[in-house]
């Protein structure tokens, strides 16, 4: 069912942060641009936004929603495609506007997808355009869960407590466990298991299908956006991950947001100990995917056991993760003048994906910030997007992004801030607590 308002005032689009900071890109990036025009090609134009819509040479084909339309209306570089629903990438990428757009190019530019698949490599190559993903092939083996185990190899030992087995041959021991079929997205597929009629349930629909059964891990879960650049791994900012908090979801696995203050402030108390497994780990990934050609950004999930302090890996994301251009856009505005080598996290994606040769370069440090998305719930029809609600979040500073997703479970808005909105794990803070309350006001 569609939300029963769609709009959005142009003071929100005031708070975006592209709209009021324009900093100036690694000069070797801007450079390569002037002979290698970069197409972006994205559902959701938000994906693209971890360089300024000012940068030269750096052009989008997007959806025209209505944040679209109020952020990017004006600017040149920026194809808006209208259609009664908004299309996927393969939909974007196929369409006449976008053809004609790139056809018209005076130079035969690069194209960039948010994540890579068959269709889009083959719809590439049919047009002779020059697609800058990594192989699809490869990221599906990376990304599920049944592939992935051979994958890792010896990485497995960072994973939990795990085994693969048909859903007939299912058992309850007594003990919750987490479940997950080959294919999960932001958590859908992913099951507590808690009871031995949930997996009478499973085993009588899903008697010869794989499943991942996993030790259940209460704690904290974190994650991390790195970059494979030539032969190195550039390790981002670690983020709590705010997973199945209510009310922004009613899948208790859905990732919904990130938080880089509380980060920051959680995984400091052992002195570090625990930022430099989660980073050993993202290196030892990025180095498993850099010997198998593998190039730009990916990301890893890892959750802190409560109980032990130990760090097990979760997830990964062989791909541009969800949080990635906000947290440039973070890093950009701390660049200083003293940040000759320091690059955000997107450009450094750039940077590698374009083959630029690398320079001793680091990611921009940030320590605060978070992203919550709303997504629509199940159990109810979609709340309205209450404008007297969107109006009072404007004023307190943060940015909102709207969705046109009457599905469940899809995004309906994105509420972005400068500063953390966790209190602890689970647990919003003041400000965080004010966003979860005007999502309901009329």
Same mark, same amino acid.
């Given at each position: ?54 940068? /030269? ?24 495609? /209208? ?19 790139? /056809? ?18 083959? $719809? ?10 990594? *192989? ?10 049944? *592939? ?8 497995? /030992? ?126 030892? $990934? ?41 947290? *440039? ?43 919550? $998305? ?42 972005? *801030?400068?500063?953390? $909105? ?21």
């Amino acid at each position: 069912m569609p939300c029963r308002h769609s709009f959005i005032p142009s003071l929100f689009i005031a708070n975006y942060p592209l709209f009021s900071y324009n900093p100036a890109i690694m000069p070797a990036l801007e450079n390569r641009l002037k002979f290698t025009p970069l197409v972006y090609v994205t559902r959701d134009l938000e994906r693209a936004l971890g360089l300024p819509l000012k940068t /030269k040479n750096y052009y989008l084909v997007t959806n025209a929603t209505p944040f679209a339309k109020a952020t990017a209306a004006a600017a040149a570089r920026v194809l808006l495609i /209208k259609a009664k629903e908004p299309l996927d990438t393969r939909e974007l990428l196929q369409h006449p506007p976008t053809i004609n757009f790139i /056809k018209k190019m005076k130079r035969q530019p690069a194209i960039l997808v948010f994540k890579n698949t068959p269709q889009i490599e083959r $719809i590439c190559a049919a047009r002779g355009w020059r697609l800058l993903n990594p *192989s699809a092939e490869l990221a599906n083996r990376v990304e599920e869960k049944i *592939s992935q185990l051979e994958w890792l190899g010896p990485l497995k /030992k960072y994973l939990p407590p795990h085994q693969v087995m048909l859903g007939k041959d299912l058992a309850w021991q007594n003990k919750k466990f987490i479940l997950q079929f080959n294919r999960a997205h932001t958590g859908l597929g992913t099951m507590l298991i808690e009871s031995a009629r949930q997996i009478q349930e499973l085993k009588k629909k899903f008697p010869r299908r794989e499943v991942r059964v996993t030790k259940f891990i209460s704690g904290p879960i974190f994650t991390v956006n790195s970059v494979v650049w030539g032969n190195r791994v550039l390790v981002g900012n670690i983020s709590y991950q705010i997973t199945g908090l209510a009310p922004f979801t009613d899948q208790p696995f859905a990732t919904i947001g990130n938080d880089w203050a509380l980060a920051n402030q959680a995984l400091s108390y052992q002195q570090g100990k625990q930022i430099k497994q989660i980073q050993r780990i993202a290196i030892d $990934i990025g180095k498993r995917l850099r010997d198998d050609g593998w190039r730009g950004l990916f990301g890893i999930d890892v959750v802190v056991e409560e109980t032990t302090g130990r760090v097990y890996l979760l997830e990964i994301n062989a791909r541009q993760p969800a949080s990635a251009a906000y947290e *440039s856009q973070l890093q950009a505005r701390n660049k200083g003048s003293s940040s000759k080598y320091k690059v955000s996290t997107f450009e450094a994606h750039l940077a590698a994906l374009l083959g630029l040769p690398l320079a001793r370069p680091a990611l921009i440090p940030i320590t605060a910030g978070a992203q919550i $998305i709303q997504r629509v719930i199940r159990s109810a029809s979609p709340l309205p997007a209450s404008r007297f609600a969107l109006t009072k979040l404007s004023h307190a500073g943060f940015t909102i992004i709207p969705y046109a997703n009457p599905r469940p479970g899809a995004d309906r808005l994105r509420i972005q *801030s400068k500063q953390g $909105i966790m209190k602890g794990h689970n647990e919003l803070n003041t400000a965080g607590k004010g966003i979860a309350s005007s999502r309901s006001l009329h």
